[in-house]
């Protein structure tokens, strides 16, 4: 079974102070681990993914995310949050075991003030 | 330009009518994915493919139906026995246990 938890509904943060949202996961095997994010009426957009190797994973528009182990948890960070930065994001895990599904968080909204 | 594209973007159909929603792929994927999105919710897999004619019912299956006869297109039919039927329909593409890819969705409108 898996399973992913974003614990804040939303965050908010003023332009240009780090950015953090949440994620913890549950999985049998070892985790596949993904952030998305998603504009008002749009598609899901990938923005960075875990698989092996380094902890620290860089993606897309300077966002990055931690993968601990210990603490089941894959937080995704930006160091200065930007306006256009408000969207809902998205954590999502699949184990190496089973099928290719993914399960995804209930999501995250996230606004940024000037 | 590679990508998947769903159409129409808003759908609108009266109550007891079926509706087929359209998802093409052209990034050669094998696994192909229907999620739906309801306001404050997170996505929820209605059905999934993971190579052509083949399939599997996700979470919510019922009062849905697919089918994949070509790599390239999975389409999702929404029947009358599906109870509530509004809300947003993402289809998605990917490869293995990588990341998917998403459309741009369709919002349908049942009244």
């Known amino acids: ?114 | 330009d590679g990508g998947i594209t769903q159409s129409p973007k808003y759908l609108f159909r009266k109550e007891g009518q079926n509706v087929t929603l359209s998802c093409e792929q052209n990034l050669n994927h094998d696994a192909m994915y229907w999620y739906r999105q309801d306001p404050g919710q997170g996505l929820r897999l209605i059905y999934y493919s993971q190579i052509v004619n083949d399939f599997q019912k996700g979470d919510i299956a019922e009062g849905y139906s697919v089918s994949r006869e070509k790599k390239e297109s999975f389409p999702l039919t929404v029947t009358s026995a599906q109870k509530n039927p509004t809300a947003f329909y993402l289809c998605a593409s990917g490869q293995g246990y990588y990341e998917q890819y998403f459309g741009p969705g369709t919002r349908l409108t049942v009244t």
């Open chain 1, 1 to 114: 079974a898996q399973s992913v938890a974003q614990p804040e509904d939303q965050v908010n943060v003023a332009e240009g102070n780090p950015l953090t949202v949440k994620c913890t996961y549950s999985v049998s095997g070892n985790p596949y681990l993904f952030w998305y994010v998603q504009y008002p009426n749009r598609g899901l957009q990938f923005l960075l993914k875990y698989i092996t190797g380094d902890n620290l994973v860089k993606g897309s528009y300077g966002f990055e995310a931690e993968f601990n182990k210990s603490q089941t948890s894959f937080h995704l960070k930006k160091p200065s949050a930007l306006v256009s930065d408000s969207a809902l994001y998205f954590c999502a895990v699949r184990d190496n075991l089973g099928d290719y599904k993914l399960s995804f968080g209930a999501g995250t909204t996230v606004t940024v003030r000037a």
